[in-house]
């Protein structure tokens, strides 16, 4: 049995005067234990939504309505009552965040709020919770934890801040750990190392990831397992090798078209797809994919296409999926 | 490269960079508020306000051991020919003259710099604790507490909403009125009107906060909400309020000298007291100005240094202006 287990996971933010937004639409994707699973989407496409739905962190009240199951080994996520939900997050749950400068507290020293998860969920105190601290910036490969404990996030690089956050979020072995773009806001060079760490952290602890990224070479380099978004729904599932060889959906056959190559052409121009996120049909319309999708057909209308289920596993949401293995011929024209 | 540079410049580049590295040692473990600091010593205004701050209490806190007189005893009374409307005026043994009872105004002065500064501070305390205390919870309650929270919430800053549409010197009357004129009312009158201000600044301070990056992420740790609030909210919401209390002080001594100067205050006269001083002299301000124009610059000069410092902090801590 899989790990998570997110089934129709739907969320609509109700503002009065304004329509209901469909951020998530009936999202279902299963993560197994120390696999590493990819959700990626432009932006806009309920990634976000998704992962603060599991972890019940968006705003109760206010207009969120969250429904469907997310099944963490067996317990539903959604059903936990908020001071339940409240042991849960940290200590077999876990996240990471975009923006590292921003998710630390600029007024208090990184060990102070390193050591906070330890006395929350390991119930250490004192000398042991600040050598368990300077364990842990360790193990992320944080030089001289000793002094770094007593420093201010300010004074940190932005990758040393990453490893800091990451330290914070394995501090209890969460057994799931979901990472929401954590090498957007940094370097290349450094999202390289942040990316090398999040791996080894896996392998040694199998600890299953979510990785949510819009950046493919990310997932081509990390995950086993991707889910394809757009508007609010997955598109396609698979394996990374079909994924990036043979892709069933025309909006992951765009989203790889789209992705600069060093062996093309001299003067090749990109291959953008058309159209923004905004351009999507609602759901119960047909595909919302199909106003930018140039293999529409007529059945692309009318109703919602069936998630199709390949006998290897590879699904896809498609009425006229691209039939040929020949990723360049695929895209389109 | 570096084999092309002459000994001279090799040592010079050397040098430059053990100066840059102990630079860079200067700066650990330096906090927000310690950067702050450093912008408040280059900021003239805060020197100014810093200067008559230091004075002021200086002369509150050591002043009443060093005045020349009792500040009661009426040692001069034979001298006043009230006939003439005759107060001796500034001399060798008065410095600032005579009062109308024939008291030494020097060390009145002196001592009731000592009353104001303790009124002020006492009063101000007032209004920071219960201000703070009410915006806090209602502030952490907003933020974090569900819909249970923004009940509560909603009753505190109600009641806050009420003092707020009292003005403020009606406020420190009623209060006065009500619990008898002493220096203890005036204290707490005075504090009473500043709770309102206290308590919507955190509030809203804290409610921006809760929205952060940070309080998610340590939310997503499973951190309780308390700890949240504490460790978290709150001491990123603290800078205004810091910048708010200097600048209460400022007002909360203008308005116990009001309070004083309305017959509200102390009524021992012979604690003498800048506000109490000044209503005195309304009487004799024909024959001796001074005895009014005084207190009057005390007043005005030691809220000018309040208001300085206060106002040259809220540019130190506003992330705004930060470079």
Known sequence: MALLDVDELAVTFARRGQRTVHAVDGVSFSVDAGEVTGLVGESGCGKSVTSLAIMGLLPAGKGVRVQGKAAFDGTDLLQLDPRAMRDVRGRDVAMIFQDPLSSLNPVVPIGVQVTEVLVRHRGMRGEAARLEAEHLLDRVGIPDPTRRLKEYPHQLSGGMRQRALIAMAVACQPRLLIADEPTTALDVTIQAQILELLKDLVRESGTALVMITHDLGVVAGMCDTINVLYG????????????????????TVGLLGSIPRLD??????????????????????????????????????????QLLREPDGHAFRCVNPPETDHTGEAAGE | MSDLLSPGRKKAKLDRLAELSAAHDDERGVSLWQEAFRRLRRNPAAIVGTVILGVFLLVALVGPFLVPYDPAAQLWKDEIREAQAFYPGPRAENWFGVDHLGRDEFSRMIVGARQTLLVGVVATLIGLTVGTLIGGLAGAAAGLGGRWGRWVDTVLMRIVDMLLALPSLLLAISIAALLGASLTTVMIAVGMVSVPIFARLLRGSMLAQSNSDYVLAATSLGVRRSKVALTHILPNSLAPVIVQSTLTLATAIIEVAALSFLGLGNPDA????????????QRYLDAAPRLAILPALGIIITALGFTLLGEAMREALDPKLRK
Request: proline letters at 14%; one cysteine or more.
């Open chain 1, 264 to 305: 093309a052409g001299h003067g090749q121009r990109l291959r953008p797809i058309p159209g923004s996120v905004r351009d999507l049909l609602p759901w119960p319309d047909g595909c919302a994919f199909a106003p930018r999708c140039a293999r529409q057909v007529d059945a692309c209308l009318g109703t919602a296409p």
């Open chain 1, 232 to 251: 609010g729904r997955v598109v396609e599932t698979a394996r990374r090798r079909p994924l990036f060889a043979a892709p069933r959906h025309p909006y």
């Open chain 2, 270 to 281: 012979s604690i003498p007291e800048w506000g109490v001083m000044l209503a005195d002299a």
